[in-house]
């Protein structure tokens, strides 16, 4: 036992010394714009809860209904007997949302991409990743046992020669198998880390021209773009040409689990091939009485004057970034704003710092002035591209921001 614990301990040493230790903080609060840690208040400008909905009445009401009715638990797996009827009325209630024939849920949005990709590829099949898409899909790629092949982010010209290289060398079939080599595109519509957007019309085109099958990852963008609200593809109009939907219930949503939409017959298939699906206990009855609800809630009116709130506050703190006249000097952390960003911005800001260390510097500078903004890095971004990633909500007021961009400003003239 000793000796197991002296090599993790090494291990962890080896994690501080690369400025990469993280560790847990206890927030003693509901989620919202304002958090209870260790006894103080910090604004929180860290949280997918984009529309504020993770401690909204209507969600809590509609889980508290439910726990009444269906109980705190779900009793096994879906496929077993813990198929609830609230399980069935947020899938029927998604797939309306989404414009798709079906919808599956899954505990997690990782759980959903873990089930999709391994179901869809084998060893035989091609799966083509951009190169920020989220670990669930690069975990879930590598356990498919498809050939994986990355594109630089977002460069059409790559992912069209990988395209071209996978039906020009079709690889003779590994396990045996007759059935044809299946080649899987999978990109976020809106990245994460970076809050840049896929070109998903120019994708779709490709992936149509190279008889590839498409995956899009909404996390990001689930109840904030298009008319309805439904992600980036419904704004972009490509919504019918994308074979597999993903998102999570977790984030726009206020609530928990992940889901993954299309037509009739992918769902039966991971009805039948999703092992996290499968092999899981249903989510209890109460998250998916919540997510039902977020799901309302974004289509009402409210929902759209949260969005429409969202949408200020990212011009607001967009207007009071460009006025920020910080001078990057060597060796000190510098304020980059993404040109992504500079083009198209969204709720997602973030202000790459470089050296893993400064980013962690400047995020305890940020909390002792009372804002929670952790510090991202290795190995959710590139070494060397730690940063801080801002984002906003519908629940933000224009104090808030005004205090946020005081701070920036204030820290990063100290560091010049
Ligand atoms: C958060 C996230 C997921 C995972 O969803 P969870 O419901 O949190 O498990 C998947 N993809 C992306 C891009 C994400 O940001």
């Not at 505990?107 to 898409?133: E, M, N, Q, T």
Request: glycine share 8%.
């Amino acid at each position: 036992m000793l000796d197991f614990d002296t090599e993790l301990k090494q291990r962890l040493d080896s994690i501080r010394q690369q400025g990469l230790f993280r560790e847990l903080r206890r927030m003693d609060s509901p989620q919202g714009p304002r958090l209870q840690h260790n006894g103080r208040e910090l604004i929180n400008f860290s949280s997918n809860d984009y529309l504020g909905l993770a401690n909204h009445p209507a969600l809590t009401e509609a889980a508290i209904q439910s726990v009444k009715r269906f109980g705190a638990g779900s009793g096994a797996s879906r496929l077993i007997c813990g198929s609830l009827a609230p399980h069935h009325e947020l899938e029927e209630a998604l797939a309306a949302f989404k414009g798709t024939e079906a919808a599956l849920t899954f505990s997690s949005g990782y759980a959903a991409a873990l089930g999709a990709i391994p179901a869809l590829l084998g060893r035989d099949d091609v799966v083509i990743l951009d190169k920020l898409v989220h670990a669930s899909i690069v975990d879930a790629a590598r356990l498919s046992g498809a050939k994986i092949r990355i594109f630089a982010h977002n460069d059409l010209n790559e992912l069209e020669e990988i395209l071209k290289w996978s039906r020009n060398n079709p690889q003779p079939p590994i396990s045996g198998s007759q059935r044809p080599k299946n080649v899987l595109v999978v990109t976020e519509s809106v990245f994460s880390m970076d809050g840049d957007h896929a070109p998903l019309a120019e994708m779709v085109a490709l992936k149509d021209k190279y008889g590839a099958w498409l995956m899009v990852d909404e996390a990001h963008a689930t109840g904030l773009y298009g008319q309805y609200r439904r992600g980036l593809a419904e704004a972009l109009g490509v919504s019918e040409s994308i074979e597999i939907q993903m998102g999570t219930l977790g984030k726009a949503l206020g609530a928990s689990g992940g889901y993954l939409c299309g037509s009739r017959t992918l769902i039966d298939f991971l009805v039948n091939r999703a092992r996290s699906f499968i092999f899981s206990t249903a989510p209890v009855p109460a998250a998916a009485a919540a997510a039902q609800a977020a799901l309302q809630l974004v289509q009402s009116r409210e929902g759209a004057t949260r969005c429409e709130q969202l949408w200020q506050q990212v011009q607001v703190v967009g207007d009071d970034f460009r006025k920020l006249k910080l001078s990057p000097q060597e060796s000190l952390p510098r304020l980059t704003s993404s040109p992504a960003n500079a083009t198209k911005p969204g709720a997602i800001i973030p202000v790459i710092i470089g050296q893993e260390a400064a980013a962690v510097t400047v995020a305890t500078e940020l909390r002792a002035r009372g804002f929670l903004i952790p510090a991202i890095r290795y190995p959710t971004v590139a070494r060397g591209s730690a940063r801080l990633r801002i984002t906003l909500t519908a629940a933000h007021n224009a104090t808030e921001i005004a205090q946020l961009t005081a701070a920036l400003a204030d820290i990063f003239s100290h560091q010049s």
